[in-house]
């Protein structure tokens, strides 16, 4: 896993909108995420008024204005973008013979439940899945 300072040197456009997002929304429990909220905000307005931001600069301006729960928070945002990065999330309903089944085979497998609905997927016979005519 990467170390919380490497991290925070990549992703720079994700880092940008979860900053963007916390401002426009600074309040009690989001204004916790930076060391003075007004400061910051003063700051944002400053490194925003640009046509691009410098990742140098956004990395300043996080070294400097974000406490250490944003940065914590931050950091968090980062590792599941980087986790979910090319997979999409899909949420089914299945029926409970099949949860059971899936839950059988990642006992028996030692996969993830995950890992195994992948690996069904991938290894599928197309044909199968045809439409008769």
Same mark, same amino acid.
């Given at each position: 896993?990467?170390?919380?300072?490497?991290?925070?040197?990549? @992703?720079?456009?994700?880092?940008? /909108?979860?900053? %963007?997002?916390? /401002?426009?929304?600074?309040?009690?429990?989001?204004? %916790?995420?930076?060391?003075? =909220? @007004?400061?910051?905000?003063?700051?944002? $307005?400053?490194? *925003? =008024?640009? !046509?691009?931001?410098? +990742?140098? $600069?956004?990395?300043?301006?996080?070294?400097?204005?974000?406490?250490?729960?944003?940065? %914590?928070? !931050?950091?968090?945002? !980062?590792?599941?973008?980087?986790?979910?990065?090319?997979? $999409?999330? !899909?949420?089914?309903?299945?029926? *409970?013979?099949?949860?059971?089944?899936?839950?059988?085979?990642?006992?028996? =497998?030692?996969?993830?439940?995950? +890992?195994? /609905? *992948?690996?069904?997927?991938?290894?599928? $016979?197309?044909? +199968?899945? +045809?439409?008769? @005519?």
């Amino acid at each position: 896993m990467m170390k919380k300072a490497e991290l925070l040197k990549t @992703e720079h456009m994700v880092q940008q /909108i979860w900053l %963007k997002n916390q /401002i426009s929304k600074i309040n009690f429990s989001t204004g %916790k995420n930076f060391l003075n =909220s @007004e400061v910051a905000l003063r700051a944002w $307005d400053k490194l *925003d =008024s640009g !046509l691009v931001i410098r +990742e140098a $600069d956004l990395e300043h301006y996080i070294s400097v204005h974000l406490s250490e729960q944003g940065i %914590k928070k !931050l950091v968090t945002t !980062l590792r599941v973008h980087k986790k979910r990065s090319g997979k $999409d999330l !899909l949420q089914v309903e299945i029926t *409970d013979a099949s949860r059971r089944r899936l839950s059988q085979i990642a006992k028996i =497998s030692g996969k993830t439940k995950k +890992e195994i /609905i *992948d690996y069904l997927i991938l290894n599928a $016979d197309l044909s +199968e899945f +045809e439409p008769i @005519e």
